[in-house]
């Protein structure tokens, strides 16, 4: 079978059905997983590494990585704390300035892997260190806090009572998301340059625009993820979520993103943010420790990528033609 074989729906139907059992699951043994309380804080919560792996979605169709969207989304929170600390008359400029910094991340991380040709996985690990070590620069090493109060109450608040606002920002960045990857020739490009780019190549298809553009992309949603932490922790420091890159890059493939590239959704990375937020909600009602977590997550990465690769390798359909061929 070939690696690039989209088996993007029979992935979607397994996850919503795993999804669904975890959260049955949790309902019967744990009571208080419904309370208002805990599906409040879940709301809370997921938002935040839930954008990140958004980010690196259209990165991974492209058949590239992006393993710097923790340390622009902390970087682009620490220009927005320094903004926001420089007085109330500057405050204004901080989301912008922050959503710039993101897009010209993302725009440096394409221009060394359109031009430069460096592999996508080595020119992101450079610029993920790059970027952490100028927030460091201007951090100093120690948390930017004392944000104004109509920021921080912004990422601590919920539309009517019930919906979180960062779960809206999740929301509409989801369906902006899922617009351009189907419904726009941006979307159409990126997948037939992940599927095939020589292909694409033939088809006109600009190879060092398109990834710029990408890469961009990831690089701004990458910068909401960023505004959306510092507006609920109240601080920005350059070393924040750092298990956040093992989480995204486990919902990718869990999502049943190619890692080949040219296949995968955003609905299905919007299924493994839920799934992987139930199972990390129960294991805190165990008891399990952060590290515990860790540990459980990268070997839940290694066991679903093994999965894919053995399903991959099972082409039953011509073993099937095989036995329907007389003897």
């Known amino acids: 079978m070939d690696v690039r074989q989209d088996t993007t729906n029979s992935y979607l139907k397994s996850l919503a ?51 710097s969207v923790v340390a622009v989304a902390n970087l682009a929170a620490i220009v927005a704390a320094v903004i926001m600390r420089a007085g109330p008359e500057y405050a204004w400029l901080a ?27 080595l020119a992101t690990l450079g610029t993920m ?28 608040q919920s539309l009517g009572g019930v919906v ?31 599927a095939n780019p020589v292909a694409a190549g033939f088809a006109g298809i600009r190879e060092r625009s398109l990834l710029i553009r990408i890469y961009a992309i990831a690089g701004f949603i990458a910068a909401l993820a960023g505004l959306v932490v510092l507006a609920r922790v109240n601080s920005a420091n350059a070393d924040y979520g750092s298990s956040y890159l093992l ?27 839920i799934c992987l937020q139930f199972i990390s909600s129960g294991l805190n009602f165990l008891s399990f420790s952060a590290f515990s977590r860790d540990l459980f997550f990268g070997g839940f990465l290694v066991a679903a990528m093994s999965l894919r690769v053995a399903m991959g390798s099972l082409n039953l359909s011509s073993l099937f033609q095989r036995k329907a061929k007389p003897s």
Not at 41 to 47: A, L, T, W, Y
Not at 98 to 121: E, K, Q
Not at 253 to 273: C, E, K, Q, R
């Open 247 to 273: 989480l995204v890059i486990l919902i990718n493939i869990l999502a049943g993103v190619s890692p080949a590239g040219g296949f995968g959704t955003v609905t299905g990375v919007v299924l493994a943010v």
């Open 164 to 194: 979180p606002l960062p779960l809206l920002i999740f929301v509409v960045v989801a369906l902006g998301l899922y617009f351009l990857l189907t419904r726009t020739p941006v979307g159409l490009r990126l997948r037939l340059f992940g």
């Open 129 to 156: 260190q790059l970027f952490a070590g100028i927030g460091i620069v201007i951090t100093r090493v120690p948390a930017i806090t004392g944000l104004p109060d109509w920021y921080t109450s912004f990422g601590n």
């Open 17 to 67: 059905v795993l999804t669904a059992l975890i959260f049955i699951a949790l309902s019967i043994t744990a009571p208080s997983f419904l309370g208002l309380s805990n599906l409040n804080s879940m709301g809370f919560q997921f938002p935040e590494f839930g954008l990140l792996a958004l980010a690196v979605l259209p990165t991974m169709i492209s058949g590239g990585i992006d393993l």
């Open 95 to 121: 989301i912008p300035a922050a959503l710039t910094v993101g897009i010209c991340c993302g725009a440096l991380n394409g221009f060394l892997i359109a031009y430069l040709r460096l592999p996508p996985i």
